[in-house]
Protein backbone atom coordinates (compact mmCIF):
# COMPACT_ATOMS: atom_id res chain seq x y z
CA UNK A 1 0.00 0.00 0.00
CA UNK A 2 2.84 2.29 1.16
CA UNK A 3 4.93 1.82 -1.61
CA UNK A 4 2.21 2.66 -4.27
CA UNK A 5 1.57 5.55 -2.28
CA UNK A 6 4.99 6.83 -2.84
CA UNK A 7 5.20 6.19 -6.49
CA UNK A 8 2.03 8.22 -6.83
CA UNK A 9 3.57 11.09 -5.05
CA UNK A 10 6.81 10.59 -7.17
CA UNK A 11 4.70 11.08 -10.21
CA UNK A 12 3.16 14.12 -8.75
CA UNK A 13 6.38 15.76 -7.47
CA UNK A 14 8.20 15.29 -10.95
CA UNK A 15 5.44 16.59 -12.63
CA UNK A 16 4.72 19.77 -10.13
CA UNK A 17 8.51 20.27 -10.80
CA UNK A 18 8.59 19.85 -14.43
CA UNK A 19 5.58 22.53 -15.04
CA UNK A 20 7.23 25.18 -12.62
CA UNK A 21 7.97 28.27 -14.32
CA UNK A 22 9.40 30.39 -11.37
CA UNK A 23 11.62 30.05 -8.14
CA UNK A 24 8.37 31.00 -6.46
CA UNK A 25 6.84 28.10 -7.64
CA UNK A 26 10.09 25.29 -6.76
CA UNK A 27 9.87 27.04 -3.39
CA UNK A 28 6.36 25.95 -2.98
CA UNK A 29 7.11 22.38 -4.35
CA UNK A 30 9.82 22.00 -1.49
CA UNK A 31 7.43 23.20 1.08
CA UNK A 32 4.83 21.04 0.22
CA UNK A 33 7.06 17.93 0.00
CA UNK A 34 10.47 18.50 2.08
CA UNK A 35 8.73 21.00 4.57
CA UNK A 36 8.64 20.70 8.53
CA UNK A 37 4.45 19.49 7.45
CA UNK A 38 5.24 18.08 4.43
CA UNK A 39 4.19 15.10 2.70
CA UNK A 40 7.67 13.28 3.30
CA UNK A 41 7.56 14.68 7.03
CA UNK A 42 4.42 12.63 7.23
CA UNK A 43 5.02 9.75 5.56
CA UNK A 44 8.33 9.04 7.67
CA UNK A 45 5.91 9.97 10.99
CA UNK A 46 3.42 6.91 9.30
CA UNK A 47 6.46 4.49 9.73
CA UNK A 48 5.79 3.24 13.33
CA UNK A 49 2.52 1.98 12.06
CA UNK A 50 3.85 -0.28 9.42
CA UNK A 51 5.18 -4.06 10.35
CA UNK A 52 8.69 -4.10 11.27
CA UNK A 53 9.64 -5.90 8.72
CA UNK A 54 8.62 -3.55 6.51
CA UNK A 55 9.75 -0.27 8.57
CA UNK A 56 13.41 -0.30 7.59
CA UNK A 57 12.57 -1.06 3.49
CA UNK A 58 10.05 1.77 3.70
CA UNK A 59 12.65 3.91 5.05
CA UNK A 60 14.87 4.01 3.20
CA UNK A 61 12.76 4.58 0.21
CA UNK A 62 11.09 7.42 1.98
CA UNK A 63 15.46 8.71 2.38
CA UNK A 64 16.52 7.83 -1.40
CA UNK A 65 13.23 9.73 -2.91
CA UNK A 66 14.27 12.57 -0.53
CA UNK A 67 17.41 13.11 -2.32
CA UNK A 68 16.09 12.20 -5.42
CA UNK A 69 13.85 15.36 -4.88
CA UNK A 70 16.25 17.78 -3.72
CA UNK A 71 18.27 17.07 -6.36
CA UNK A 72 15.58 17.62 -9.41
CA UNK A 73 14.91 20.83 -7.32
CA UNK A 74 18.11 21.84 -7.33
CA UNK A 75 18.95 20.70 -11.18
CA UNK A 76 15.23 23.09 -11.88
CA UNK A 77 16.36 25.86 -10.07
CA UNK A 78 19.77 26.14 -11.67
CA UNK A 79 17.34 25.90 -15.16
CA UNK A 80 15.28 29.16 -14.19
CA UNK A 81 17.88 30.94 -13.07
CA UNK A 82 20.08 30.94 -15.92
CA UNK A 83 16.65 31.09 -18.04
CA UNK A 84 16.07 34.62 -15.85
CA UNK A 85 19.33 35.88 -16.35
CA UNK A 86 19.46 35.36 -20.32
CA UNK A 87 16.11 37.18 -20.07
CA UNK A 88 17.02 40.08 -18.27
CA UNK A 89 20.18 40.10 -20.26
CA UNK A 90 18.23 40.64 -23.56
CA UNK A 91 15.77 42.92 -22.18
CA UNK A 92 18.74 45.44 -21.03
CA UNK A 93 20.89 44.82 -24.05
CA UNK A 94 22.57 48.17 -24.62
CA UNK A 95 23.78 49.19 -28.13
CA UNK A 96 27.13 51.25 -26.74
CA UNK A 97 27.79 52.55 -30.31
CA UNK A 98 24.68 54.47 -30.52
CA UNK A 99 24.87 58.16 -30.59
CA UNK A 100 24.54 59.64 -27.15
CA UNK A 101 21.77 62.21 -26.36
CA UNK A 102 23.47 65.40 -26.05
CA UNK A 103 22.99 67.60 -23.32
CA UNK A 104 23.00 70.78 -23.81
CA UNK A 105 24.72 72.89 -20.75
CA UNK A 106 23.19 76.12 -19.39
CA UNK A 107 26.35 79.30 -19.46
CA UNK A 108 26.67 82.79 -18.00
CA UNK A 109 24.98 85.62 -19.40
CA UNK A 110 26.93 87.92 -21.35
CA UNK A 111 26.32 90.66 -18.54
CA UNK A 112 28.01 88.26 -16.09
CA UNK A 113 30.69 86.63 -18.12
CA UNK A 114 32.14 90.94 -18.63
CA UNK A 115 31.86 92.01 -15.08
CA UNK A 116 33.55 89.08 -14.04
CA UNK A 117 36.47 89.77 -16.70
CA UNK A 118 36.16 93.78 -15.75
CA UNK A 119 36.97 92.72 -11.93
CA UNK A 120 39.40 90.21 -12.84
CA UNK A 121 41.36 92.66 -14.63
CA UNK A 122 40.92 95.36 -12.01
CA UNK A 123 41.93 92.89 -9.79
CA UNK A 124 45.59 92.11 -11.53
CA UNK A 125 46.18 95.79 -11.05
CA UNK A 126 45.49 95.33 -6.70
CA UNK A 127 42.10 96.57 -7.06
CA UNK A 128 39.12 94.81 -4.26
CA UNK A 129 35.24 93.81 -5.45
CA UNK A 130 32.99 95.86 -3.26
CA UNK A 131 29.28 95.60 -3.01
CA UNK A 132 26.95 97.72 -1.87
CA UNK A 133 22.70 97.93 -1.60
CA UNK A 134 20.41 98.57 -4.30
CA UNK A 135 18.13 100.18 -1.77
CA UNK A 136 19.88 103.31 -0.95
CA UNK A 137 18.80 106.44 1.71
CA UNK A 138 18.61 109.93 -0.32
CA UNK A 139 21.81 110.87 1.71
CA UNK A 140 24.12 108.27 0.23
CA UNK A 141 23.13 108.42 -3.30
CA UNK A 142 22.89 112.44 -2.89
CA UNK A 143 23.53 114.17 0.23
CA UNK A 144 27.25 112.78 0.94
CA UNK A 145 28.20 112.63 -2.51
CA UNK A 146 27.86 116.70 -2.83
CA UNK A 147 24.41 117.12 -4.38
CA UNK A 148 21.98 118.76 -1.98
CA UNK A 149 18.28 118.47 -1.35
CA UNK A 150 17.24 121.63 -4.35
CA UNK A 151 20.19 121.28 -6.33
CA UNK A 152 19.40 121.12 -9.85
CA UNK A 153 22.20 118.84 -10.68
CA UNK A 154 19.92 116.06 -8.80
CA UNK A 155 17.57 116.67 -11.74
CA UNK A 156 20.55 114.50 -13.55
CA UNK A 157 19.29 111.24 -11.92
CA UNK A 158 15.57 110.42 -12.86
CA UNK A 159 15.04 108.62 -9.42
CA UNK A 160 12.62 105.95 -8.35
CA UNK A 161 11.83 107.18 -4.78
CA UNK A 162 10.12 103.84 -2.31
CA UNK A 163 7.71 104.27 0.02
CA UNK A 164 8.58 103.79 3.57
CA UNK A 165 6.41 102.62 6.92
CA UNK A 166 5.49 106.50 8.83
CA UNK A 167 6.31 105.40 11.87
CA UNK A 168 10.27 104.67 10.75
CA UNK A 169 12.99 106.99 10.39
CA UNK A 170 12.34 110.56 8.23
CA UNK A 171 14.98 109.39 5.62
CA UNK A 172 13.57 108.55 2.82
CA UNK A 173 14.81 105.45 0.50
CA UNK A 174 15.33 104.75 -2.91
CA UNK A 175 16.68 102.55 -5.63
CA UNK A 176 20.02 103.61 -6.16
CA UNK A 177 20.95 105.54 -9.23
CA UNK A 178 24.25 104.84 -9.58
CA UNK A 179 27.14 102.65 -7.45
CA UNK A 180 28.59 106.18 -6.36
CA UNK A 181 27.11 105.83 -3.01
CA UNK A 182 29.49 102.91 -2.44
CA UNK A 183 32.28 105.03 -2.41
CA UNK A 184 31.08 106.83 0.49
CA UNK A 185 30.07 103.38 2.30
CA UNK A 186 33.25 102.17 1.88
CA UNK A 187 35.79 105.03 3.14
CA UNK A 188 33.40 105.28 6.27
CA UNK A 189 34.68 101.93 6.95
CA UNK A 190 38.16 101.78 5.65
CA UNK A 191 40.93 103.65 6.09
CA UNK A 192 43.19 104.75 3.25
CA UNK A 193 44.98 103.96 1.00
CA UNK A 194 42.53 102.41 -0.69
CA UNK A 195 41.51 100.48 -4.64
CA UNK A 196 38.67 99.38 -5.15
CA UNK A 197 35.86 98.46 -7.80
CA UNK A 198 32.26 98.00 -7.38
CA UNK A 199 30.03 96.65 -9.86
CA UNK A 200 25.97 96.66 -9.50
CA UNK A 201 22.85 97.10 -10.42
CA UNK A 202 21.31 100.73 -11.04
CA UNK A 203 17.63 102.23 -11.73
CA UNK A 204 16.51 105.09 -13.32
CA UNK A 205 12.97 106.40 -14.64
CA UNK A 206 14.00 107.24 -17.93
CA UNK A 207 12.37 106.05 -20.78
CA UNK A 208 13.99 102.74 -22.89
CA UNK A 209 15.62 103.11 -26.13
CA UNK A 210 18.71 101.19 -27.99
CA UNK A 211 20.89 102.71 -25.10
CA UNK A 212 18.87 103.34 -22.15
CA UNK A 213 17.88 101.04 -19.63
CA UNK A 214 15.71 101.87 -16.97
CA UNK A 215 17.59 99.06 -15.00
CA UNK A 216 21.19 98.71 -15.90
CA UNK A 217 24.71 97.77 -14.13
CA UNK A 218 28.05 100.24 -13.21
CA UNK A 219 31.37 99.35 -12.02
CA UNK A 220 32.09 101.85 -9.89
CA UNK A 221 35.87 102.52 -9.83
CA UNK A 222 37.56 104.09 -6.50
CA UNK A 223 41.82 104.82 -5.93
CA UNK A 224 42.60 107.07 -3.14
CA UNK A 225 46.15 107.46 -2.07
CA UNK A 226 48.62 110.25 -0.22
CA UNK A 227 49.46 111.27 -3.92
CA UNK A 228 46.76 109.74 -6.52
CA UNK A 229 46.47 112.01 -9.51
CA UNK A 230 44.54 112.11 -12.79
CA UNK A 231 47.73 110.76 -14.93
CA UNK A 232 47.61 107.78 -12.31
CA UNK A 233 43.74 107.48 -13.34
CA UNK A 234 44.70 107.53 -17.27
CA UNK A 235 47.02 104.60 -16.56
CA UNK A 236 45.06 102.76 -15.32
CA UNK A 237 42.33 103.14 -17.49
CA UNK A 238 44.46 102.61 -20.47
CA UNK A 239 45.72 99.20 -19.49
CA UNK A 240 42.41 98.63 -18.40
CA UNK A 241 41.10 98.98 -22.08
CA UNK A 242 44.28 97.05 -23.43
CA UNK A 243 43.68 94.10 -21.34
CA UNK A 244 40.15 94.29 -21.97
CA UNK A 245 39.89 94.54 -25.79
CA UNK A 246 43.30 93.28 -26.14
CA UNK A 247 43.94 95.90 -27.84
CA UNK A 248 45.33 99.14 -27.33
CA UNK A 249 42.49 101.74 -27.98
CA UNK A 250 43.11 105.34 -27.56
CA UNK A 251 41.34 107.75 -24.75
CA UNK A 252 39.95 111.03 -24.41
CA UNK A 253 39.19 113.05 -22.03
CA UNK A 254 36.86 115.49 -21.79
CA UNK A 255 35.66 118.34 -19.65
CA UNK A 256 32.21 117.31 -17.55
CA UNK A 257 30.73 118.17 -14.95
CA UNK A 258 29.46 115.37 -11.41
CA UNK A 259 29.13 117.62 -8.27
CA UNK A 260 31.09 114.87 -6.58
CA UNK A 261 34.47 115.13 -8.79
CA UNK A 262 36.30 117.98 -9.03
CA UNK A 263 37.59 118.59 -11.89
CA UNK A 264 34.98 115.85 -13.47
CA UNK A 265 35.64 113.86 -16.91
CA UNK A 266 33.88 112.53 -19.61
CA UNK A 267 36.16 109.07 -20.74
CA UNK A 268 36.11 108.86 -24.70
CA UNK A 269 37.94 105.73 -26.35
CA UNK A 270 38.85 105.26 -29.99
CA UNK A 271 35.98 103.17 -31.65
CA UNK A 272 37.71 99.50 -31.42
CA UNK A 273 35.16 98.17 -34.07
CA UNK A 274 36.90 100.71 -36.59
CA UNK A 275 40.12 101.54 -34.54
CA UNK A 276 39.09 104.99 -34.61
CA UNK A 277 39.07 105.70 -38.73
CA UNK A 278 35.86 106.66 -38.08
CA UNK A 279 34.02 104.12 -40.77
CA UNK A 280 31.76 102.43 -39.34
CA UNK A 281 28.25 102.63 -37.75
CA UNK A 282 28.99 101.35 -33.93
CA UNK A 283 30.42 104.64 -33.48
CA UNK A 284 28.35 106.19 -36.06
CA UNK A 285 31.03 107.39 -37.62
CA UNK A 286 32.52 109.73 -35.19
CA UNK A 287 35.68 107.76 -34.50
CA UNK A 288 35.04 107.67 -30.58
CA UNK A 289 33.04 106.09 -27.88
CA UNK A 290 31.85 107.63 -24.50
CA UNK A 291 32.49 104.82 -22.03
CA UNK A 292 32.96 106.34 -18.44
CA UNK A 293 32.31 109.42 -16.03
CA UNK A 294 35.04 110.34 -14.21
CA UNK A 295 37.08 112.61 -11.89
CA UNK A 296 38.81 113.66 -8.65
CA UNK A 297 37.17 112.96 -5.96
CA UNK A 298 35.81 116.34 -4.58
CA UNK A 299 36.65 117.04 -1.08
CA UNK A 300 33.25 117.61 0.25
CA UNK A 301 33.07 113.63 -0.20
CA UNK A 302 35.76 112.96 1.47
CA UNK A 303 34.60 115.31 4.65
CA UNK A 304 31.32 113.04 4.25
CA UNK A 305 33.02 109.58 4.69
CA UNK A 306 34.95 110.89 7.84
CA UNK A 307 38.27 111.54 5.96
CA UNK A 308 40.43 115.10 6.03
CA UNK A 309 40.46 116.14 2.40
CA UNK A 310 44.26 118.20 3.16
CA UNK A 311 45.21 114.76 3.96
CA UNK A 312 44.06 112.43 0.74
CA UNK A 313 43.50 112.53 -2.86
CA UNK A 314 41.72 109.97 -5.19
CA UNK A 315 39.79 109.54 -8.83
CA UNK A 316 36.79 107.56 -8.90
CA UNK A 317 34.48 106.65 -12.35
CA UNK A 318 31.82 105.03 -12.82
CA UNK A 319 31.28 102.58 -16.60
CA UNK A 320 27.86 100.98 -18.05
CA UNK A 321 28.71 98.16 -18.06
CA UNK A 322 25.73 96.80 -20.78
CA UNK A 323 27.72 99.52 -22.52
CA UNK A 324 30.76 98.36 -22.09
CA UNK A 325 29.45 94.72 -23.36
CA UNK A 326 27.93 96.52 -26.54
CA UNK A 327 31.02 97.87 -27.62
CA UNK A 328 33.37 94.93 -27.10
CA UNK A 329 30.69 92.49 -28.72
CA UNK A 330 29.10 94.96 -30.89
CA UNK A 331 25.71 94.62 -29.96
CA UNK A 332 23.16 97.66 -31.26
CA UNK A 333 20.58 97.38 -28.84
CA UNK A 334 20.87 97.57 -24.99
CA UNK A 335 17.29 95.79 -24.57
CA UNK A 336 18.86 92.77 -25.88
CA UNK A 337 20.34 91.87 -22.70
CA UNK A 338 17.58 91.80 -20.93
CA UNK A 339 14.83 90.08 -23.73
CA UNK A 340 15.80 86.54 -22.87
CA UNK A 341 15.82 85.37 -26.25
CA UNK A 342 17.84 82.44 -26.71
CA UNK A 343 18.63 83.04 -30.07
CA UNK A 344 20.86 86.32 -28.69
CA UNK A 345 22.22 84.67 -25.50
CA UNK A 346 23.66 81.13 -26.91
CA UNK A 347 25.98 83.54 -29.26
CA UNK A 348 27.91 83.72 -26.38
C1 LIG B 1 27.18 108.44 -13.12
O1 LIG B 1 26.31 107.64 -12.85
C2 LIG B 1 28.30 108.74 -12.17
N1 LIG B 1 28.00 108.16 -10.90
C3 LIG B 1 29.61 108.24 -12.74
C4 LIG B 1 30.79 108.71 -12.02
C5 LIG B 1 31.36 107.95 -11.00
C6 LIG B 1 31.36 109.97 -12.32
C7 LIG B 1 32.45 108.40 -10.29
C8 LIG B 1 32.43 110.42 -11.61
C9 LIG B 1 32.98 109.65 -10.61
P1 LIG B 1 26.37 108.78 -15.57
O2 LIG B 1 25.00 109.16 -15.25
O3 LIG B 1 27.01 109.46 -16.74
O4 LIG B 1 27.34 108.98 -14.33
O5 LIG B 1 26.44 107.18 -15.83
C10 LIG B 1 27.65 106.48 -15.98
C11 LIG B 1 27.56 105.49 -17.13
O6 LIG B 1 26.40 104.66 -16.95
C12 LIG B 1 27.36 106.12 -18.49
O7 LIG B 1 28.58 106.47 -19.07
C13 LIG B 1 26.70 105.02 -19.27
O8 LIG B 1 27.66 104.11 -19.75
C14 LIG B 1 25.87 104.31 -18.22
N2 LIG B 1 24.45 104.70 -18.29
C15 LIG B 1 23.89 105.84 -17.86
N3 LIG B 1 22.55 105.83 -18.04
C16 LIG B 1 22.24 104.63 -18.61
C17 LIG B 1 21.04 103.99 -19.04
N4 LIG B 1 19.85 104.55 -18.88
N5 LIG B 1 21.12 102.75 -19.57
C18 LIG B 1 22.32 102.15 -19.69
N6 LIG B 1 23.49 102.68 -19.31
C19 LIG B 1 23.47 103.91 -18.77
Redesign the pocket.
Known sequence: MHQVELKKIKIKAEKEIKEADSLKKLDEIFREYLGQKGILSNLTKSLSKLPKKKRASFGKEINAFKVELEMALEKKKKLLKERLEKEMMEKEWIDVTLPGKKIVPGHLHPLTQVQREVGEIFQQMGFSIVEGPEIETEWYNFDALNIPKDHPARD??DTLYLKRPKSTLKLKILLRT?T?PVQVRFMEKNHPPLRIIVPGRVF?H?ATDA???IN?H?V?GLMVDKRVSLANFRAIVEEFFLRFFNKKVKIRLRPSF?P??EP?LEVDISCPSCDGKKKCSFCQNKGWL??????MVHPNVFKNSGLNPRDWRGF?????L??LTMVKYKIND?RLFYSGDLRFLTQF
Open positions: FWHSRERHEFQEFFTSEVMGAGAFGMGERI
